[in-house]
């Protein structure tokens, strides 16, 4: 019954924006954790973002903070992770993923926290 589906994801040049979507179906938004990872070729997946819809707590890995910013839109029952200032390495399959728990900063970043995943966008920064 659980299910996101992300998308937003495409081509962008270095310094570029681009804004991912995470729509969720099957459960209330404001229950659970939604968590953003990312993962390239030959690297762990890493957290990148997580927000606690229920009292709209936000965490970001330090590699991202002051670049992207994490959101929610209850009445869509969609979350977005706004991308600005992109660089190269940011390049990555995109993924969200949800709990139905309150994470703190470090249960925020574990893969093992989530329950849920989608797919996965493909995200790639180049010139």
């Known amino acids: 019954q ?38 390239s070729p030959g690297k762990e997946r890493e957290g990148v973002s997580c927000i606690n819809s229920s009292d709209g707590s936000t965490y970001y890995a330090d590699s991202v903070k002051g670049r992207f910013t994490i959101s929610r839109d209850n ?30 900063a470090t249960g925020s970043y574990l893969p093992a926290s989530y329950d849920y995943w989608g797919q996965g966008t493909q995200v790639t920064v180049s010139s």
């Open 2 to 39: 659980v299910q996101l589906v992300e998308s937003g994801g495409g081509l962008v040049q270095p310094g570029g924006s681009l804004r991912l979507s995470c729509a969720a179906s099957g459960f209330t938004l404001d229950t659970y954790a939604i968590g953003w990872f990312r993962q």
């Open 75 to 104: 009445a869509k029952n969609t979350v977005y992770l706004q991308m600005n200032s992109l660089k190269p390495e940011d390049t990555a399959v995109y993924y969200c993923a949800t709990t139905q728990a309150h994470l703190d």
